[in-house]
């Protein structure tokens, strides 16, 4: 229990350090300064963003035999919320646990639609950070971002490369006996994994409508999300700098690998705002109260959805026990 609380903790102290260093009275003083009716907006567009992630998640789920729109929300809502107490992955491997103990699918084949999933959001954060970095940065980090793009998308149209892989790993049949057992279980998951992309990569309708829902969330609703919470400071900023400060802070957090990127996200939204011309204190301001409209919104969707699907498997079990209690009747 303390080793899965660590993660959460260091979060904790770098988000602490951050909020030390800028002054915990000037901090408050900004949030108590914020304006509520930009702050409910901001909230509105964030609560659509997860919303549309939600239903995205249902619709990676329909090519394997998941139609049950209210399991896909919850196992998606679950899966975010142990995110944010948890490791980045956690989250993913939990709503895929929740598929598999309601439905017979194997592991492996639900594996594909969470790597899509991240596949769209990576893709499109990466395409705001270059438009960003070409702004703002040089241009050695803009060509970097186009080759971690250029490899992501290959990867997905491509998954016949994965395979040349695991014919090279099954080629090394030199070693322990184990280690041949390993390597050859290896070579065997991969093809699976292949087998599923390609399965995906042949349904064109969900990709498109997967990649406008991607857009939706991050440059629309995420987007004015953001504008209205620094709004609600008497902030603006404009629009393609802003993108750059969400999917900057965004993918730092992820690569930090700590629960919800805690206090990584936070440091690279107050400073990248703060390069944009935003008071430091201001940036520091909106990025706690950002995190604790994650939290917020995130635990009050898991928990919500989870009472919702445990009311309906009570519904169900008891239905069963009824039918099983009548009599049966005589051919």
Known sequence: MLKRAIPVIIGGLILIAFLLKTGVATVLHVLLAVDCRYLALSVMAFTCTLLLKGYRWHLFLKPVGIHDLRLSMYSYYFGQMINEILPTGSGEIARISVI???????????????????????????????????????????????????FTIFIFIKPSFLKNISSHIKSWSTGPALLIKFLNLMS???NELVVSIDFYNRSRSIILINLILTVLSWVIFELF??????????VSVPLIGLLGVIAISWILGAASMLPGGIGVME?????????????????VSAAILYRVTICTLIGLMGLTSYYSNL???????SHSEFERSLPKRKN
Do not use: C, W
């Not at 999300?225 to 008497?234: A, H």
């Not at 440091?267 to 940036?283: R, W």
């Open 100 to 150: 598999k103990q309601k439905h017979n699918i194997s592991f492996l084949s639900l594996i594909p639609s969470v790597l899509l999933e991240r596949f769209y959001d990576v893709v499109i954060l990466l395409i705001i950070s270059i438009a960003f970095a070409s702004m703002y940065l040089n241009l050695f980090i803009v060509a970097v971002m186009a080759a971690a793009i250029i």
């Open 188 to 190: 065997l998951k991969i």
């Open 225 to 234: 999300s953001q504008y209205f919470l620094l709004l609600g400071f008497g």
């Open 267 to 283: 440091i690279a939204y107050a400073l990248v705002l703060s390069g944009l011309g935003v008071p430091f204190e201001t940036g």
């Open 311 to 317: 009311r309906m498997d009570l519904h169900r079990n």
